[in-house]
Every structure is written in C-alpha cells, then in structure tokens.
C-alpha cells in the first residue's frame, strides 16, 4: 500500500518542516548576521586616524559579544523548533494506534522530560525501545539537552548538564559555550529524519493487516 492508504505521513511532514522551514529561516538569518558582521569589520579596517582605530578596537569586543548572542538566539530557535516538530511528529505517529494499542490513562511520566515520556510510552505501548534504533538515541537525546542549553542560555545549569549528558557536545564552541553550526544542524535533522522513519516503520508492523488463518479442515 501507498503513503496516503496505509503510512503514517509523519516521517514525510517532519522531514518538510526541518528542511524546508527550519534549516532555510536558520540558514538565511545566519548568513544574514554573519554579512552584518563582516561589514562592521570591514569598516574597522577602513579607519583612517589612529584615534578612529582605537576607538574602533575598543567597541569591536562589545559587537563581537552581540554577534555571539545574536547566533545562539537564531541557534536556540533552529533547535527548538526542530524539537516541536519530531516531538509532534512522535505523538502524531503513536495516534495511528490508539484503537489497537490504547493509552495507559495513568499515563507515562518518567523523570527524563518530554522525550523521556514519550520513550516510555512506545516501549510500553508498543513494544518499540528507541535505544535499539538505527540512530543511536543518545543523538536524539543531544538534541532535547543542547535545546535546553540554547533556550535557557541566563541558566548556567542547563549548559552544564549538556556538557555533563554528552561526551562530545556538538552545539558548543572551542570554549564551550552554546552555538549552532549550518554543519551541526544539518547533521541533526537528517539523524531525526533516520530515526523517525524508523519509528513510522515500526508503528506500520503493528498496523500491518494480520494473514487470514488457514481454512479448518
């Protein structure tokens, strides 16, 4: 059967979202600031009088700062919206069974967040463990850390747990500090990609019509 017969379409949606929306809006505003910044420094090499020069040199740190701030909030968007789509993706998905597979009306708290939960829940429900997916789960997991650590970047706590959950933290400079890369996001999107498409291929096993019996003799 075709996608709009029996697939959930998902996998298809998410992957739209995050090419089309998210990594096009981060990688138009990147380049953007980055032009902006390249102009301004420009115009410091420009300066002609020593007193232009200093005076210059002193204000670049300050723009520098706010360049650096003004990528991490455009990096801190990218992650958090690609964390809403697969988080909408996943519950989107797991509705396909709530007939067959219903809801525990305890629900599925863990003490891992959001994604802890939802992990959870396709394992109880389903019988579906992320941890055995094609990409390994603790990828997906840098995701919902890094996410933390760029939207709350006043909370010096949420950076320290990122670099505390993972070994080689790829949403962080060379002095460890929060920013997302054209490089790193794509890389990202295209594990949530892999990793959803995995999920919608397991969720499809169960919804798979069963064989009629065998006729009784």
């Not at 232009?52 to 909030?73: F, N, T, Y």
């Amino acid at each position: 059967m075709g996608w709009t017969n029996l697939t959930p379409m998902e996998a298809v949606c998410f992957s739209i979202d995050a090419r089309s929306l998210i990594l096009r809006v981060f990688v138009t505003a990147s380049e953007a600031l980055d032009d902006e910044w390249k102009r301004y420094v420009k115009r410091v090499e420009e300066c002609i009088s020593e007193e232009e020069v200093l005076r210059a040199l002193q204000d670049e740190h300050w723009e520098e700062d706010l360049h650096r701030q003004r990528m991490q909030g455009v990096g801190a968007l990218a992650l958090d919206w690609l964390k809403s789509s697969l988080q909408g993706a996943l519950h989107g998905t797991k509705r396909h069974l709530d007939k067959s597979h219903p809801a525990d009306a305890r629900g599925y708290k863990s003490i891992k967040g959001w994604l802890g939960d939802v992990s959870k829940e396709y394992k109880s429900r389903f019988g579906i463990d992320f941890t055995v997916s094609p990409v390994p789960f603790d990828r997906i997991e840098e995701l919902a850390f890094a996410r933390n650590a760029g939207i709350h970047r006043e909370d010096d706590g949420a950076l320290e747990k990122y670099l505390a959950k993972v070994k080689n933290p790829r949403f962080v400079d060379d002095e460890g500090r929060f920013i997302v890369t054209k490089d790193a996001l794509e890389v990202v999107i295209k594990e949530c990609e892999q990793f959803m498409q995995w999920v919608v291929s397991e969720i499809e096993k169960l919804r798979a019509p069963k064989p009629p019996a065998p006729p009784a003799h």
